[in-house]
């Protein structure tokens, strides 16, 4: 009876194995999701360097659900596509085709925890409807790190063409040399309102890369800047680094918005009004700094901890 059992189920079970081979369909396939493999057939040209793509690692793990491994992770289930012989339209997310909000919408089905930090929908690009795709290429970046579509600098200066035109200047951060990218200042996908310049929120302000505890993105390079200190440069604090300096590029040395430095500390100093630093108003110029003479138009050679001091209210150690 038992040998009787055994051969009969040594037919049965190969059975059992054609028939869900030749009929029955599994849980993936049955929702629309037949796998990489066939992609591959039809768009060998983008799956050759597909491997080198970091979206890649969703197939190379092995771990992830079908709604989010390789091609159908972001274009949605290919049954209806290859069944129908190709075409956009049996795409189920063709992004050629999705409005800017659509875009990012995919976008963060995976990356919303990178982007976690970001103020992505409110941010300055999306309500200008720049998604991800305007910046990013993902079947054919130009630079491998974060799938840019071409050199920052170039993708940046597309939109921002006042900005390509100040980094040409004499004095500027030399963003075209390479030595600093727009993202080391910038978030392009958007930060949350800082405390300094809140009168003045201008666009590349707001996308403007928070440092340490909401601190200007300047003082991540210019950390002897940075203080606490014991006498403090009132408009360094409140009104930040760009009252008196271009971020970009200047006409003057030192990235200043004026050419001569006394005229640009008179802007404050003209005796109007004061900062009520101890019991001396330090906006009023005492008679002997006439400057009518040469050596007291430049503040800076005696005053010359300007952004701030430890040890002296004049700022002059």
Known sequence: MARALRSAASIFVPALCFAAAAGAQTPAAASGYIGNNVCRDCHAEIWESFYKNPHYKSV????????RTGCEGCHGGAKQHVESGGGAD?????FSVLNPQQVIAACLGCHVRDLSRANIRRSEHTLNDVACTS???IHSPATPKYLLAKKQSELCYACHADVRAQFEMPSKHRVNEGVVQCTDCHNPHGSFAATWRMGDRPALVEQARDNLNNEEPCLKCHADKRGPFVYEHPPVR?????????PHGSTN?????????FTLCLQCHNGVGGF???NTNVTRLSPTHNLLDPKYRNCTTCHVRVHGSNSDVYFLR
Request: proline content about 11%.
């Open 253 to 261: 040395t030192r990235l200043l918005r004026r050419p001569v430095v």
């Open 60 to 67: 190379a793990s092995a771990k992830e659900p079908p709604e």
């Open 238 to 246: 409140v009104e930040g680094c760009e009252t008196c300096h271009f």
């Open 90 to 94: 049996t795409i189920p997310r063709a």
């Open 135 to 137: 910046c990013h290429s």
């Open 276 to 278: 009520g630093i101890r």
